[in-house]
């Protein structure tokens, strides 16, 4: 079966560090990748999505960047953390894009 | 951009009492799904319906999505406390553009089930 990994679960960074988000998949090929942000309370904002390795698509303008290494690895980044990064960062997967996505666990950024 | 919206925000109800969240989409869907998350959990998927006018249930829920694909409702019949958290909707625009490669997800409905 499929499982989709994130780490690390929760992090507290200074604001100006860097930051770096690991997402894998294991037990499919090929899958369409996907990162949200969650601000407390509120919905979630799609921020970056890929179909393929190298492929990514930015959905939102902002202090985040995103690459994908490896088919089944999606990574989130930053060079220098703002304090509205706060927040708590999905990644999910789906067979088609569009269709059904499969969210991981989640972590949570909070910047100070 | 497409944009879908969900109503209510919030939710308070007996437990016993039933419940409904709408949601309403600015454009023509291909589908629309819908999610729950548990308070500190991460979206789990319920349902995805497609077919215009499709209803489906599960269990206590019951899912309808509008004639005209751009609504939809999630109904729970005789809430209980394991009913608690925030319902989401999305749906992935009809067409063959960039939009129909991802899920706009509506704000949720996040429901309160008191004993």
């Known amino acids: 079966s499929q499982t989709i990994h994130q780490w690390p679960a929760t992090l507290v960074q200074p604001v100006g560090s860097p930051l770096s988000l690991e997402c894998t998949v294991e037990?499919?090929?090929?899958?369409?990748l996907y990162w949200y942000r969650q601000a407390a309370g509120r919905g979630l904002q799609l921020l970056f999505y890929s179909v393929g390795i190298g492929q990514i698509s930015s959905e939102v303008p902002q202090n985040l960047s995103a690459s994908r290494p490896q088919d089944r690895q999606f990574i989130l980044s930053s060079k220098k953390l703002l304090l509205s990064d706060s927040g708590f960062y999905l990644c999910?997967?789906?067979?088609?894009?569009?269709?059904?996505?499969?969210f991981g666990p989640g972590t949570r950024l909070l910047v100070l | 951009g497409q944009q879908v919206m969900q109503i209510p925000q919030y939710q308070h109800v007996q437990e016993g009492e039933d419940f409904t969240t709408y949601c309403n989409s600015s454009?023509?869907?291909?589908?629309i799904q819908w999610y729950k998350q548990r308070p500190g959990g991460h979206p789990v998927f319920l349902i995805q319906?497609?077919?215009?006018?499709e209803v489906k249930k599960q269990k206590r829920l019951t899912f309808q999505f509008g004639e005209a694909k751009k609504n939809s409702s999630l109904h729970i019949t005789a809430t209980q406390t394991t009913d608690v958290g925030t319902y989401f909707c999305?749906?992935?625009?009809?067409?063959?553009?960039?939009?129909?490669?991802?899920?706009?997800f509506g704000k949720g409905t996040k429901l309160s089930v008191i004993p």
């Open positions: 999305a749906g992935r625009e009809l067409g063959s553009g960039a939009g129909s490669y991802q899920l706009t």
């Open positions: 999910a997967w789906s067979v088609i894009p569009g269709e059904t996505q499969y």
């Open positions: 319906l497609v077919k215009s006018g």
């Open positions: 454009t023509t869907l291909s589908n």
């Open positions: 037990g499919t090929s090929n899958p369409n």
